[in-house]
Structures are given as structure tokens and as C-alpha cells.
């Protein structure tokens, strides 16, 4: 009887949890959409921002331009980075003591705060190097922020390959490398852009490291990498921070959820595609 008590308790602890988190969430999304809808129309979404004080007129198209190429570039970086960190760790680190400093490293990265990836960004990329604040530097920045994400998910995804696959290739002596890139790869390449899509709605939603390396109040569509851009995030601080336009606030903070929820769609999309592959 004490153990069916426990059970129903359990369930209904469950229940009501995921109950307040779902509202929780619908209610933010329908608030946002409620205060944000009036402001989106052809003019906000593919004009630049107007008026005095800017941002009070026109659109955020250069933000949300700027909010994508600093997204691909983040991933893109970040990729490079983790997939080659996961691959080492996985299937040529033979060490435990390096594979235990190289994790302690990577969950150290996870936890720097934003704000201060953002400095050491501004120190490094728009000081040292000389990039000034543009969209490489911007891009970068981010991409540090996102390694360790990506990198734990491609080292879970690679150690869950069926060994008997791997242990079958190496018998029938296929190099380590032709194992990775026909056999390997190909099994987990949903799950790989899965968490690189992942990563990059974290990424865009990021304000800190590109207030400190990348954006500008106001910028056009950027013409190189080295050029200042807009970023959706900046943008909303802007517009909330100085009181220029709290309605075009909400139009600006409603296209930066609807972004986010079409890339969770695409990651959501890859997860069924791999579960009907296997």
C-alpha cells in the first residue's frame, strides 16, 4: 500500500511538473506573439531600422541577416573544433588521464559565463588580433561558447556506434580513417547536425559575446566578415534598454522565437529521420 502511495505521489509530482513547464512556456510564447504580432509586416522584417532615435521606425532586416551569418560562422567554427576533439577522445586518445583532463576542460569551458567569453573575445579577437568589432570576431566568440555543447553530443553519439560494426571493419583491414568517414559518419550524421542546429539556435540567442565583438546599434547587411554587424539580441536590448520603441520590442523579440522554433523543428525533423534510418 506504502509503495502504491509513493508511485501515485510520483506520477502526479511528474504530471504537474510538466504541466507548469508547458504553461509556462505556451504562456511567454502567446505574450510575446499577442504584444509582437501588430508590429510584423513587410516593411519591418526586410527594411532597415529609421528614425530618430533609431530603431523607432523602419525594420530589423540587417538584425536578423546579422543574427544568421553569426550563427553560421559559430557553427561552423565550433564544428571543426568539436567533431576533431570527439574523434580523438573516442577513437585514437588511449590515455585515461588525458581523456579525464581534456572532459575537465571542456565542462570548465561550459560553465564560463557569457559575458566573460564576450571579453575575452573583445581582448583577443577585437584588440590583439585586430578584427574590430565585426562579424568574424562575433562569430568566433560564439562558436567558443558552443564547443562544449556540440563536443559532448558528437562523443555520446560516436561511443553509442555498435562496436561490431567498428570491431568488423578493423578485421577486415579498412584503415581507422576509411571506417570513420564511410561507416561511421554516414550512421551518425543526423544526430551530428542535429546537435550543430542545436547549438546554433543557442548561439543566435546569445546577446553578451556579440555586444562586446560584433554589433552595432546600427550597420547595413555586412559586405565581408570584418564588417560591424546587427544582431537580433543587441537589437532588443537597444530598443527595451533606451525606451525607443517597446511595441517594435516585442515584433523584434517574436521573430527571434519564431527563428528558434524553426531551427528546434529542423533538429526535432533530423531526430525522426535518424530513427527511421535505423
Known amino acids: 500500500m506504502r509503495e502504491k502511495l509513493k508511485d501515485s505521489v510520483f506520477k502526479i509530482w511528474i504530471g504537474l511538473s510538466t504541466s507548469l513547464v508547458f504553461i509556462v ?107 574590430g568589432r565585426s562579424l568574424i570576431s562575433g562569430g568566433i566568440t560564439l562558436g567558443v561558447m558552443i564547443f562544449p555543447y556540440i563536443q559532448v553530443r558528437v562523443e555520446k553519439t560516436l561511443i553509442e556506434v555498435d562496436k561490431a560494426v567498428i570491431t568488423s571493419s578493423y578485421a577486415l583491414g579498412v584503415s581507422k580513417v576509411y571506417t570513420l568517414f564511410k561507416l561511421i559518419f554516414p550512421m551518425c550524421k543526423f544526430d551530428i547536425v542535429s546537435a550543430i542546429t542545436l547549438a546554433g539556435g543557442f548561439a543566435i540567442g546569445a546577446a553578451a559575446p556579440v555586444i562586446l565583438t560584433a554589433a552595432v546599434i546600427f550597420a547595413p547587411v555586412p559586405e565581408s566578415i570584418f564588417s560591424p554587424v546587427m544582431a537580433l539580441p543587441f537589437h532588443l536590448y537597444i530598443l527595451t534598454g533606451e525606451g525607443i520603441s517597446l511595441e517594435k520590442a516585442y515584433g523584434t523579440a517574436l521573430v527571434l522565437m519564431l527563428i528558434l522554433l524553426v531551427i528546434n523543428i529542423i533538429s526535432v525533423i533530423l531526430n525522426f529521420t535518424r530513427k527511421e534510418h535505423e
Open 25 to 131: 512556456v505556451v504562456y511567454i510564447f502567446l505574450y510575446i506573439f499577442i504584444n509582437g504580432a501588430g508590429s510584423i509586416n513587410g516593411e519591418f522584417l526586410f527594411s532597415a531600422p529609421k528614425g530618430m532615435p533609431i530603431g523607432s521606425e523602419g525594420g530589423i532586416f540587417p538584425a536578423i541577416v546579422g543574427s544568421l551569418l553569426l550563427m553560421v560562422i559559430a557553427c561552423a567554427f565550433a564544428s571543426i573544433l568539436a567533431i576533431s576533439t570527439a574523434i580523438y577522445l573516442v577513437f585514437y586518445c588511449t590515455s585515461e588521464k588525458v581523456k579525464r583532463l581534456i572532459h575537465l576542460i571542456i565542462q570548465c569551458m561550459s560553465g564560463v559565463p557569457s559575458i566573460i567569453l564576450g571579453l575575452f573575445g573583445y581582448t583577443l579577437l577585437v584588440l590583439h588580433l585586430g578584427f
